[in-house]
């Protein structure tokens, strides 16, 4: 198999975002005063929205995937998890053992890599291509849960 590693460049993105004043962040944090109730409709809301950063064109690195990984109660991990997962080890946290979730946390996190394999390549590759501007507002298409869309949420439209 090719090595496809080597073209991985996680800030290489299929497009340049469109937005000058756009964010450039690593995470987003709310902090309520008070508890708050969110509705499974809000919670879907947010997910998609969350899900529509992740998978746009400028969010893509070119040569790999990004995508919303896993939602739900924020967990903690020991510190040798921690480790093996690549991520900054909580000196709190206790030294091993099963992760622990705060379930007071709603907690989103994307994953990104480099393409596996060629035919993985292939085929992500095919399915950009097939996405072009929105017939509506001629905005950039990307692909969600229930198919392309724009950044103004112009759903399914047919592509040029
Ligand atoms: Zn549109």
């Known amino acids: 198999m090719d090595d496809l590693s080597e073209a991985y460049d996680p ?14 962040l690593s995470r987003i944090e709310v902090d309520f005063a008070i508890p708050v109730y969110v509705t499974r409709e ?17 969010n893509e690195p070119k040569e ?4 919303l990984a896993s939602v739900g109660s924020k967990p903690k991990f020991s510190q040798a998890d921690a480790l093996f997962l690549g991520k900054a080890p909580d000196p709190n946290a206790p030294l091993d053992g099963e992760p622990e979730f ?9 994953f990104a890599r ?47």
């Open 11 to 24: 800030n290489q993105r299929v497009a340049e975002c469109p937005d000058e004043d756009a964010s450039n």
């Open 42 to 58: 809000q919670s879907r809301r947010l997910g998609n929205l969350i899900e529509e950063i992740t998978k746009s064109p400028w």
């Open 102 to 110: 705060d379930h007071d946390v709603l907690h989103f996190e994307t």
């Open 114 to 160: 480099e393409f596996v394999a060629t035919r993985e390549r292939d085929r992500v590759l095919r399915q950009r291509e097939g996405l072009g501007l929105c017939s509506d507002c001629n905005e950039p298409q990307f692909m969600t849960p229930s198919g392309p869309t724009c950044k103004n949420g112009h759903g399914g439209a047919p592509t040029k």
């Open 64 to 67: 790999g995937v990004h995508w």
